[in-house]
């Protein structure tokens, strides 16, 4: 292999050394110019395409989409929109609506967003709704801070010369030069720019972030971590829970329908929730019933390589966990040699008001916490923060290292949340 020096020649001296292309590369008897034509026809970019009818986006998602993903509000009635209300961050007047389109504005059916602003979505026909469902917007649709970095990081204000070469495109940019389809393998800024900004957030000692793509990514490395740190499998999670929706993530996520299916005993145990409401139970009540159930497991031999909790159970009810119960669930899963897992996903970056995480408003540091797509303002971007103990007790267990690297445009998701 070459020495990295040798690896690091200038643009113009690398590509004099690259071979010159063989002529068969250019004409080839099975694979011709014509042929290629026909079978990948010249397609106008999305958004230059004619804007499809609500029947037509109706009958392509029935053909091309499974049944089980259900659309929100499949029998809104929605009223005509005389006038488009006046936002600041997009131009409306691109809204628009075709005269079919308006013949269908006392019809059922479910939204055709068309754009977003702030905390507004639109329809297709210009109606404006207060968006309460989406939660990885975290500062609004189409905010300018966020658009400009993504642009600015995509290159679009690169200049490019195109090559085109057997049906292959080269990109040689000049003049501006932009890092795009990169991972974290490699040296950029953003990356541990963004690193440092956010474990400068936590507090000590988490000083170690892994950047994945999701909330569901992050729950899964956090649990192979977990894992690997304990060397046991069992992960404790609350009854009502919601961590994701991959295998792992719905094992321990009671609140998803499908959990059980994932479930098994070696690898997970479902506690009690400890809610007021509708246990009728005083905190410090509904604390000591949970506790004492989680020393039951304990005293039967279920370890725990972690115990999971959301810092504050959204999907199960919005329930804000007792004062003093995770200090103690905390303190009785390190007692057995677990980790402490908070799920910051929906609760992270100020949501809960007084704090930055949610868990510092229950007087504990996690062991290990994951952030969500709230982190890139719903771009895909979330991250694992832990100690660095916990980080490189993988590699000490001979786990492979880049079990937690992210794939592709990690600068560009880097520089929208850095905005």
Known sequence: MAPAAALRRPAAAAA???????????????????????????????????????????????????????????????????EPPS?????????????????????????KLKTGS?????????????????NVCHVGHCHPRVVQAAASQLGMRARTVWFFAHASWLAKPQGDWVAVNTNSRYLHDNIVRLAKEVTAEMPDPLNIAFFVNSGTEATELALRLARNHAQRRLVYCIDGA?????????????????????????DSQKLLMPETYRSGLSEAEISAKAAAEYEAHLSTGGLPAAFIAESVMCCGGQVFLPEQYLQTMTAKTRACGGLTIADEVQTGFGRVGDHFWAFESLGVVPDIVTLGKPFGNGFPLSAVITSRAVAESSNVRQTPPELCYLSVCLPVRAQCTYA
Not at 254 to 265: A, G, I, R, V, W
């Open 16 to 82: 004099a050394r690259l071979p010159a292309m063989p002529a068969r590369c250019l004409s080839s008897s099975t694979t011709t110019e014509s042929s290629l034509v026909a079978r990948a026809p010249h397609r106008l970019p999305t958004i230059k395409q004619k804007p499809l009818s609500f029947e037509e986006n109706v009958a392509l998602r029935n053909e091309h989409l499974p049944s089980s993903l259900r659309c929100h509000y499949e029998n809104t009635v929605r009223p005509p929109c005389p």
């Open 87 to 111: 936002v600041s961050f997009v131009n409306i007047d691109q809204l628009g609506s075709s005269p079919a389109a308006v013949a269908r504005t006392q019809a059922a059916g479910p939204l």
């Open 118 to 134: 702030g905390q507004f979505l639109y329809d297709d026909l210009g109606n404006q709704y207060l968006d309460c469902v989406n």
């Open 242 to 266: 919601y961590h994701g929706n991959s295998a792992a993530a719905l094992a321990v996520s009671p609140y998803n329908k499908y959990s059980n299916l994932e479930c098994s005993d070696n």
